[in-house]
């Protein structure tokens, strides 16, 4: 499988993407976490999200790569870092600016550890409740 990544003229002027984002993009086979799904899956949801927040955010320079399943919290890279190694925010996609922040994590590496985590919790909570 591919991942859509966004071009140059959709990211913010100088981001770098993370390498181990980049890694994890260009396995034949994206990692399951869910409930969080890497939205560069599909072509049109990574549009939808970047779309969204740029109207929602204007302000705030986000790339949005991720979103979990059960709320419309999103994972987004601090556009504005151009060292390769962005902080990670989560945003409520759809709050009011200024109520956006749900938190960050330092970076990437920091955001998979904690979403794979989730994930295992959230797995083992689905197969109890299908007992």
Known sequence: MSAYLYTEDELPEKFKYPSSYIEIMSMDVIPDIEPW???CEFKESSAFWMREVKGKYPTRRLVPFAKVNYSD???CFD???TSGEPK???VHAFASSGWEDRGYTDNFTEWLK???LESACYKVEQAEDDV
Do not use: K, L, N, Q
Request: proline letters at 0%; charged letters at 20%.
């Open 114 to 116: 904690m979403a794979r």
């Open 37 to 39: 799904s890497f939205i």
């Open 73 to 75: 919290d999103i994972a």
């Open 88 to 90: 990670v925010y989560y």
């Open 79 to 81: 556009g504005a870092d």
